[in-house]
């Protein structure tokens, strides 16, 4: 009898373990219990910093807490990018003549809206992933972040795998900025075709060539939405659709854009693998227990050899994709669009990220040729990375050190020899959990 219920709990655990490729809400189930696990992020840290009194968001007129909670969180101003389409929780906000306006740093982003009752918070959490949070607006309320939940009704959908996500659509805005369902629309990537990007959004900086960005959408007379083009220098462009110097910046940055798109695409695909992976490594213990009872795992044993095969096979293709994300491949080329970063902007962004003794560093702007002057995106040095589970974390640092030092990579990536060099001194300095150069034995 007890064989048959072991051979009954082997196939519905392969079965179970064959879907999870494909199967999704893997932040509800266990260990991971989203709406059961309390945050412990940039939000809660903040919360008790005003709680004891070491710190005060004060209040000013037009943007309320809004210049306080980015010094509190350590977000660059100068990140800004403002979005004019309705979709938004406070859409009924949000106009052409309104814009809500997004600033982020390496793991926190935050919307404020002209007139709206609350800032919108996204932080990143070592076991929520993404941690969703509103902050009041009226002076007269306490200045504390409120855990929102509901925010997952939008950001953990389709559209995000079915995990906490960050969200950046491009759509067919009406003169209201709703967005014409009819229409169609694009979630942002790196990969996206820059033609398709940024409908429902400013855009400003030096950029040439088409994208649906700065304008509301009309029909032609074959049928087919368009955006037609509107080069913007900076806000002024827009002061007769809306008041500029409500913002904290004249800019909506073309490189401040670029990079929220590289970002939030990795930060998503961490967030997912995370979760994804805490299931299966929690799945195989659970099978551990009920079928070896009597050999329950040892304190110092391998952590690989506590691993089910289903669960190594997924976790190499997540470490695959990772990679993949991780080295920008499939990014769209900017070379035909000769773009241009804010310098402020390009600045306060490469000061986020590790920095090595001889001036290397990952998050530098070029936008000549594609985002970053050097292949890789500098969201292997963040916390959201470090966040993975240790399994998943050193298969990706291996497959990583394939790529880059054996020139190898996953994908249609392309490096030349000298690049590889830089880029492995680079993590090999920077990155304590760097793999050692392998050794080739010769016969």
Request: charged letters at 25%; aromatic letters at 6%.
């Given at each position: ?193 820059i033609a398709e990007r940024w409908g429902g959004w400013l855009v400003t900086g030096q ?237």
């Amino acid at each position: 009898m007890q064989i048959r219920v072991r051979v009954l709990l082997i196939s519905i655990a392969l079965l179970a373990t064959a879907a999870c490729v494909h199967a999704q809400a893997f932040h509800q189930r266990q260990p991971n219990v989203y709406s059961q696990t309390t945050g412990h992020n940039a939000a809660t840290a903040l919360n008790q910093r005003l709680a004891n009194g070491e710190v005060q968001l004060e209040w000013q007129p037009t943007r309320g807490r809004l210049r306080a909670l980015l010094k509190a969180l350590a977000v660059p101003a100068s990140s800004q990018t403002l979005v004019f389409s309705k979709t938004s929780l406070q859409r009924h906000r949000v106009s052409p003549k309104n814009p809500r306006a997004l600033y982020f740093n390496d793991d926190v982003y935050i919307g404020w809206i002209p007139g709206a009752a609350s800032l919108e918070v996204i932080v990143g959490d070592a076991k929520l992933g993404l941690a969703f949070y509103s902050l009041p607006q009226n002076p007269n309320e306490p200045a504390r972040l409120t855990r929102d939940d509901t925010c997952l009704r939008c950001h953990a959908t389709s559209r995000t795998f079915d995990e906490p996500g960050l969200l950046l659509r491009s759509v067919f805005p009406d003169d209201d900025g709703d967005p014409i369902p009819s229409a169609g629309e694009t979630n942002m990537d790196f990969r996206s075709p820059i033609a398709e990007r940024w409908g429902g959004w400013l855009v400003t900086g030096q950029f040439e060539g088409e994208h649906r960005g700065n304008a509301t959408a009309t029909r032609e007379g074959n049928g087919q939405w368009r955006v037609a083009p509107r080069p913007a220098k900076d806000l002024l462009t827009f002061r007769g659709d809306f008041d500029p110097s409500r913002y904290l910046r004249k800019t909506s940055d073309i490189g401040a854009l670029l990079a929220l798109e590289q970002q939030a695409t990795v930060h998503n695909l961490l967030v997912r693998a995370s979760h994804q992976m805490r299931y299966l490594l929690d799945k195989d213990r659970v099978m551990r227990e009920v079928l070896e009872p009597e050999r329950p795992a040892q304190k110092g044993q391998p952590q690989e050899l506590q691993l089910s095969e289903s669960t190594i096979r997924i976790a190499g293709t997540l470490a695959n994709e990772i990679t993949a994300a991780l080295l920008l491949d499939g990014e769209a080329p900017l070379a035909p669009h000769r773009a241009k970063s804010d310098p402020d902007f390009a600045r306060d962004y490469a000061a986020l990220w590790t920095k090595q003794l001889s001036d290397v560093q990952l998050g530098i702007l070029e936008l000549s040729q594609r985002t970053f002057t050097l292949p890789l995106s500098p969201m292997i040095h963040s916390k959201a990375f470090q966040r993975l589970p240790d399994q998943l974390r050193q298969r990706v640092l291996l497959r990583m050190q394939v790529a880059i030092e054996r020139g190898v990579p996953p994908g249609n990536i392309r490096m030349d020899r000298d690049t590889r060099g830089i880029l492995t001194k680079h993590l090999q300095a920077t990155a304590p959990e760097w793999p050692k150069p392998r050794i080739r034995r010769h016969q």
